[in-house]
């Protein structure tokens, strides 16, 4: 009875043979080839952009990468974190800083050909300041009251009061071209092709994009910056093993924020790729709701300090390749660091002296209250990343050791930011950092609580209120410093947001890329000088 | 009883059992007996996952936890959300189920194109909220998610089996015969109608373990540093993953096989009512592991 | 039949109504917006920023007026609006993210197939038999691995160890249109999906022969004298593939929402991976708009199976 059967399946089996090898065969082949343009740079990311127009890009990859490549600022950051003039010359400000001047190149045109001048300048921030306009960074820009041309190579700007950190920010937003958008109302802005269809005077145009899959981009031949590399090529791969293997095996070139792990197993599996790795910008934090009844006490955020072995992290899952840092200014920003800050070394009887002193007895579950008020804590954290929940899982249990309590609950993105602005919540998990200038106002100022501001720890401090306010309008460097300094003392002896681990900034390439960026390339800066970067083999 | 002597002539069936059994009996005393904590991070040991070894038996995870005590822990919860889902899920879907096959016409059709709406909406998106709304995130919730979204799943195949009730041979047969209303539901409609269902149950007892397991594995379902097998397998995406397989083979395995267990559980069972009620041809009962009738964080 | 055909497609526009409703009353109780998830390079957004993006959207109106505009915008515009993440246009995301997963589903589904229905018509041919207990046995060893799992270890035995096949995406770099290429990537995808999933189809399919062979028709050509061959081929083989026909039509589904775990592990941007990053982005246009097609199949997928039982098993008619 079953022969008839059997034989079906025989006769089945020669064919699907032949159909497995041929697709292992196929595949190895397509493996071990890696025809490419020699003059395409193949660069992976893990996320693809949501759009090409800079005034509603959200996400590092768009916001920092693909505006880099597409468009210029009056300013850029340079490898210094200072700001030198791009599509401006020069600029200057008058005694009472309230009114800058600049000074355009007049050798520039967009990438369709159309010459810039003054009147795209103008236009540009017009849009930006308009309400309607939506434009995400408005925050950043609204203090300028009003810009005006003189000539077409020559812009005015009134600002409300005098800001140190107009041509570092103000001047660095991406200029836009009046002749494409100057039809089109603000409130359509959002909603016009230009973010499939970019047109911008950066060193690349924008060729091909499917989304969530592959974005290429061609030398600007207008381009007053010409790139050596004639090609960029992003892949999108959503997983670190993969990007690893197509950079290990030939067929990418770059990989521009390298996980620590991908690091290790790089310099394993593929030692001819080249590896740099950045003092971070960023740093994993811990921020507290001073708000909440037991974190409103300093002794209990210094004691959390003390009580949180963060060198054993770095060790352990960072390899020593991650700073511990004592302020949230990064380090590497050389020009406002102030090593000179309260430090917090891992001292879990320290912790437990300075609960004991402030009046926070352990009850008999090991959890320490007082005046009826238990330390006891709900973290929230991203999911997504189980390193990071090992981390905060650290955490938790050496908090335990001193007699604090913590519930972790891992939640998406939307939601965690919905209760980090409307303050439901004890104790979150996060990112800080990119900035290279000292101005924390948006986070530290006690007028900025939301829904005013992005103050979401609820920090209430009148020293750092008055650093704060002076070094924003203080155009003298050195008073600056001076200010900041106090500034980074004051915060990191309150405590309302706790430095963890900075984090791990590297880059992977292939031995034939040359480029120089001494910044890391996920920073908002890294891409600064894409145009020099070059092939040499 | 006739069935429960068939049911032991199924070795695989009897194997099963032995093991759930076994199971339930270390997820009770287990942590009794071995009294470490399952949640204690050894600061040495971070980022250095040890392998198995006597101080070990199943190693250590990425922090230092011993996995071992871990997975006692986990079969307690899995344990418990499996079956506790599942009562859930059946009490509300053979209710369901039974009335609306009953009934027929319109209030079946009505009620039918509802579980179609059940299962048309994206799952995840209504376990996201549910989640994201929920403070105290405890396991009666998971429980509950599980079991509100997998019964639609179930009312569709009560339903079906008592359409099919209704016209079986045997119910003309036993009603020419002159029986009682009585007596046909009670010799004949239920044990017949229940008896897909308790095989669907065993099943079901094994689809709630890998519901758990996938949102735990999100990070939707026992919140860290709870263990659980579903948010141990979070260290399988991590890159020390690759030389520290058994990070990712332990949670694993226990998963499959005692779903494998519960599985064969339920065919046993499918087995001895089977052949016990007296069906000519047997294998009518047969009632199967239905991931295109589960919640969609079951499938693929 | 087509009256009946009629009566169904009428009857599920009401459906669709209620759960077009429902979807969008859930994401009113989702906590965070699109703005909750948006911020220039991750700082977080100012509040001029964060109103304009409602005012922008709609999103500062009650849920069942913005509703109320979704729906005018499908009927009387045919359109399904534009994402909130990157202004395009819902219907263009959908499409260019739909075939991929078309594709791996639907292969998955063939594979599924020839494994299924020859092993289950010879365990139910030999019911009881070694090869019987050993298929179930082994089938329900792969039901009881979590998808996600079973992804990994094929990526770690196949794609790491042995370097036999690619461990993500759906294409080598600069070799998209080949397809020999796009197969060699979609190997391990849709083994895992099919081994994760045979065992149903295996079982339904071994019930169904078993059944068949011994119903009253088999009998009769038995004693006619047909060889067991003639009987399992001619007469067995037709109603038994009977339930396989109705359970593709309620796969159809599938072919949208059948892969999310799948495609998340393998780097995959299909419509699970959509589905997923919209849910996180808030991004409600596109939800909506999965939601709807899932459910279209939902319904068609009901219908299919029920006309192919009708034609398939002249015993069933509908009135």
Redesign the interface.
Known sequence: MGSGFAHSLERLRAPALALVAALVLGGCAASAETHRDPNTLVALTRTDGATMNPMYATTVQDGSIYAALLFDGLSYVGADYLPHPRLATSWSHSPDGKHWTVDLRRDIKWSDGVPFTSKDVVFTYNLYLNPKTGFLDFGTIKNVTRVYAEGPYRVHFDIAFPNAVFTLNVLGEDVLPEHVLGKIPPDRQRFSSFGEHPIGTGPYVLKSWQHDSEVVFERNPYAYRPPKIGRIDFRVIF???AELEALANGSADLIDDL?H??Y??LQRIAPNIKLMTFAPLYVDVIELNLAHAGLSDVAVRQAMMYGY?RV??A?????DKVPVPDSLIVASLKHWYNPNVQKYPYDPDKARALLDAAGWKVGPDGIRSKNGTRLSFELLLN??S??L??EM??F???MRDVGIDI??????FA?LSARTYTGKYDIIADARGGFVDPDLTSIFASDQIPPNGANTTHYKDARVDRDLRLGLVTLDDAKRQAIYDDMQVELMKTIPIMPQVGRFAATAYSPRLYFDPKVSLQSPLGYYNVEDWKFVQ | MRSFRRFLRER?AVIGSSFVLLLVLIAIFGPILDTTDP???V??????PQPPSAAHWFGTD??GRDIFVRSLYGARVSLMVGAAAMVVSFTIGILYGAIAGASGGIVD?LMM?FV??M????T???L??I???TNK?SLTIIILIIGLTSWPGLARLVRAEVLSLRERDFVEAARALGASPARLILRHLIPNALAPVVVAAAFAI?DNI?AE??LS????GV???SPSW?NM??????????AA?WM?LVP?LA??????AF??IA?GIRVALDTSIGQ?????L?V?????AAA?AT?? | MTSFIVRRVL??I??LL??SI??YA?MA???GGPAAVLGPRGQGLSPEAILRINQAYGLDKPWYVQYFFWLKQLLFHGSLGTSYVDNRPVIEKVFEKLPVTIEMVGL?LILTLIIAIPIGIYAGAH?GSFFD?AS??IG??F???????LA??LI?LFA?EFRWFPSSGVSSLGRENDVLDRLWHLVLPVV??AL??F??WM??Q??SI??AM??GYIRTARSKGLSERDVLVHHAFRNALLPIVT?LG??L??LV??????EYVFSIPGIGYL??SS?FSRDYPT?MA??ML??VL??AG?LLADITYAIVDPRIRYA
């Open positions: 997983n670190d093993q996980a792990t991908q290790v197993q072995d054993a992290i060790h352990g899952l960072y390899d999911q997504g189980a390193l929940t090992d899982l650290t938790i249990a050496d519930n972790l609950r891992l939640t998406d939601s | 695989p949640n204690v991070v600061h040495s040991l971070i980022g250095f990425l922090i059709n194109r179609d709406a299962l048309s909406f994206p995840f998106f209504l996201l909220i989640s994201a709304l995130f094994g890998l397991s996938s594995f999100f990070g939707l919140q860290p540093p579903g397998l979070q260290d399988a995406l991590t890159p020390q993953a690759e397989p990712v694993g998963i499959v096989i005692t779903v494998l599985s064969v065919d000519e041809t047997g294998d009518e047969d199967e592991p239905a991931p295109y969609p499938a693929t | 009857g599920a009401p459906l209620f759960i429902v979807t859930m109780l989702a906590p998955a019911r207990n179930s046995t329900f060893i039901y009881g691995m979590p998808v996600f799992w990994i270890i770690e790491v895992a999906i994760a999933s065992v149903s079982r339904y071994r019930s078993i059944e011994s119903s359970l309620l796969s589904p599938q929402g059948g892969a999310y775990f799948v589905t997923f849910i939800l999965i939601t899932t459910a939902i319904v009901n």
